[in-house]
């Protein structure tokens, strides 16, 4: 990319306050953001009048989209995915395993580690890998496949952290499983360690914390939920600041007063996340495998032959329009889909945010909050 200005643009600031002003970027960078920038008559500039410029989206949950999934394991899949997200406003992504077989997680770590290394010039870039699984309660298996769920295992774990050179991220555990605690306590030192697909109860999720665990994958999904007199998973989540959580907010997964209260409770500690698979970008049909069980998507809701919610078919921006037709501000959405995901990876020195020196991962919307241009 070369040297470029967006002036007069209505954008929201490194603490996520609306400002109006001008943004330049230099060979892919966010050089200069303020008030009427002066720049070289030769410099391209953009007339941003009457638009709205957010940061590129940052999804560190998602299986597939686009008819390919992470674990299909070729490069040629994971670049597809990136291609679709890019159209949908999401510039950085975590490609997310199932619980299934060892080669198949394998063969997803190293097409995931390619594509990083190389990415596509029109898609979006891999920033992490999150390893939902397989270290996860049989109770509370959802989506993923019960033959496959193995008992928290660190070493298994950290040869593949090695594998993927340092690429995963995120990893799931049920952290009441025999070794889930001690397993928290390792892996914290490599990469994000969250609770999911868990029986946990209120006791268990704190300790959990205190060894480290500090994020919740799909808050409120697959776990135990709150109550009066049993506050669970998200009861422990909703009372320690040190955890982040993640939100899918399709419509289907959580109920938009559920929304408003986890945004309101949460604050700042909100993640939005597609948690997508194949089927998301496709016509609805019954064609569609999701680590190994077939999955039915109708009137855009992905679920089991039991019924049971097998991932979504939804994007991030999809979302944000959601959240904010639920009464969700719009900044508050956004930074739940770009500046705070990217904390929870490591990564907000790079993305997230619209700062100087940051990556200039930018899209422009129109006043319906639809994609007008994406800058990556």
């Known amino acids: 990319m070369s040297n470029m200005l967006l002036v007069r643009a209505n954008y929201l600031d490194g603490n996520f306050q609306w400002k109006t002003?001008?943004?330049?970027?230099?060979?892919?960078?966010l050089l200069r953001v303020g008030e009427n920038l002066s720049f070289p008559e030769d410099e391209l500039a953009v007339d941003c009048s009457g638009y709205t410029i957010i940061p590129g989206f940052v999804d560190i949950h998602i299986h597939g989209c686009a008819g390919t999934d992470t674990c299909d394991g070729t490069?040629?899949?994971i670049d597809n995915m990136a291609r679709f997200l890019l159209q949908k406003g999401v510039t950085s992504?975590?490609?997310t395993t199932m619980t299934t077989g060892r080669a198949t997680v394998e063969r997803a770590l190293l097409a995931a580690k390619a594509c990083a290394e190389q990415p596509v010039e029109d898609g979006a870039r891999i920033v992490g890998i999150h390893m939902e699984g397989p270290f996860i309660a049989k109770e509370k298996k959802g989506a993923q496949l019960e033959e496959a769920i193995l008992p928290p295992d660190y070493s298994w774990f950290r040869e593949l952290y090695e594998l993927s050179g340092g690429l995963v991220k995120l990893v799931v555990v049920a952290p009441e499983q025999p070794g889930g605690y001690e397993f928290a306590e390792q892996a914290k030192a490599q990469c994000t360690v969250s609770i999911a697909h868990t029986t946990a109860s209120y006791e268990e999720a704190k300790h959990a914390f205190d060894c480290g665990v500090t994020h919740a994958t799909h808050l409120f999904n697959a776990m135990p939920?709150?109550?009066?007199?049993?506050?669970?998973v998200v009861g422990a989540v909703f009372d320690d600041e040190r955890v982040t959580a993640?939100?899918?907010?399709?419509?289907?997964?959580?109920?938009?007063?559920?929304?408003?209260t986890a945004f309101r409770?949460?604050?700042?500690?909100a993640v939005v996340v597609s948690d997508s698979m194949r089927g998301n970008g496709m016509a609805d049909g019954e064609s569609f495998d999701l680590g190994g069980q077939l999955v039915t998507v109708k009137d855009g809701k992905a679920t089991l032959?039991?019924?049971?919610?097998?991932?979504?078919v939804t994007n991030l921006h999809e979302e944000v329009k959601n959240l904010v037709s639920f009464g969700i501000p719009l900044e508050h959405a956004v930074k739940a889909a770009t500046l705070t995901p990217a904390k929870v990876i490591g990564m907000d020195g790079e993305i997230g945010s619209i700062e100087p020196g940051k990556r200039a991962d930018l899209l422009v919307l129109d006043e319906n909050l639809d994609i007008v241009a994406v800058y990556h």
């Open 75 to 77: 490069r040629e899949d």
């Open 225 to 232: 939920g709150l109550s009066h007199r049993a506050p669970g």
């Open 305 to 312: 032959s039991d019924g049971t919610i097998a991932g979504s």
């Open 93 to 95: 992504f975590c490609p």
């Open 21 to 29: 002003g001008d943004i330049e970027i230099e060979d892919g960078r």
């Open 246 to 260: 993640e939100l899918i907010c399709d419509g289907f997964h959580l109920h938009p007063a559920v929304l408003r």
């Open 265 to 269: 409770v949460l604050g700042d500690r």
